[in-house]
């Protein structure tokens, strides 16, 4: 293997920048020629190929978003578009793709894998942290405390105003950012997608707390849960309480990322350079605190199994 290309790809995460500067240096202190794909596998298609050097990643570890820029590509979807794909990679002298981002730029990159036999890695880049096969993914550390600033900040107002408020979070179908955001927060109730609420409960719990003086309320709702606008309106005339609503949104995909997931982007950058150096088609994650690879098929496959020890804890310390 002399030349690997990387791209980033689907929705943007903290901690993709400090990743490709740890993939690209590591590659080069291997010997290997790298090349960076603008806007993911649109890029790919269309041939937006940069040469990437040690120098041209300085400075961007502490950057949020990613130098590469990302896309969703439509083409990509279709063998014509893959074939495309596979097609510049050849053209351009490509022995091997690391790809970074969620379950669709995966899936993109398991069929580049079987149609073409092509050696293709994927590192878990997406704050929604919706992957099975690993405990985080890049960029959910940073997502996380991003909303627990928030929540924070929001805490200190709606206490100098004895009202309530419901905090949306992102992460799609997966509860995980309004579970440990929540948790950090200290919030009275968290709605996730993966466990069915009372919303009957929740107004009784945010009276029984007004009678206690306990006067105002944080509820984090993850997006795949409810909508925070639609919770308020049952809940006001429910309780006959004070609310507000907060949508926190892409706020949550940028800055500049954590500790954690700038050691997770070293960890999986320099791994994800090892299994192109094999060969082989693999995925990089990190499960009970150890960098993994796995099959990209065998993690595609995996189920999410949602914290409900977590949650429990979240609603005992709640009352």
Do not use: W
Request: hydrophobic share 40%; proline share 2%; aromatic share 6%.
């Amino acid at each position: 293997m002399k030349k690997v290309a990387i791209l980033t790809s689907g929705g943007d995460a903290p901690g993709m920048n400090a990743t490709l500067r740890a993939f690209t240096r590591y590659a080069i202190s291997n010997k290997l020629e790298v090349v960076g794909i603008e806007r993911g596998y649109e890029g790919l298609i269309n041939g937006n190929l940069i040469p990437l050097a040690r120098r041209s990643v300085s400075d961007i570890l502490q950057r949020g978003g990613t130098i590469l820029k990302t896309a969703r590509s439509v083409e990509f979807t279709t063998f014509t578009g893959r074939q495309k794909a596979y097609k510049v990679l050849k053209d351009n002298d490509i022995d091997g793709l690391c790809v970074i981002g969620g379950d669709g730029t995966f899936l993109g990159a398991q069929l580049l894998s079987q149609e073409f036999g092509f050696p293709v890695v994927g590192i878990p880049g997406t704050i929604d942290n919706d992957l099975a096969y690993t405990d985080f993914s890049i960029g959910f550390d940073t997502a996380v405390n991003t909303a627990l600033d928030a929540i924070n900040k929001i805490r200190d107002t709606m206490t100098s105003h004895d009202r309530t408020c419901i905090v949306q979070t992102m992460g799609r179908n997966c509860g995980d950012i309004a579970l440990y955001a929540g948790i950090g927060g200290g919030a009275e109730a968290i709605l996730v997608p993966e466990i069915e609420y009372d919303i009957n409960r929740i107004a009784d719990n945010v009276i029984a707390n007004h009678r206690k003086g306990k006067s105002s309320d944080i509820i984090v709702v993850a997006e795949g849960a409810g909508k925070a606008e639609e919770l308020a309106i049952v809940l006001k005339a429910l309780t006959k309480v004070s609310m507000r609503t907060v949508v926190l949104g892409y706020i949550q995909r940028g800055g500049s990322p954590t500790l954690q997931d700038r050691l997770l982007g070293a960890q999986f950058g320099v791994t994800a350079v090892k299994v192109l150096l094999d060969g082989e088609s693999k995925v990089v994650g990190i499960k009970n605190n150890r960098i993994i690879t796995l099959d990209i098929t065998t993690a595609l496959r995996k189920t999410k199994k949602f914290e409900k020890k977590l949650y429990n804890i979240a609603n005992t310390l709640a009352e």
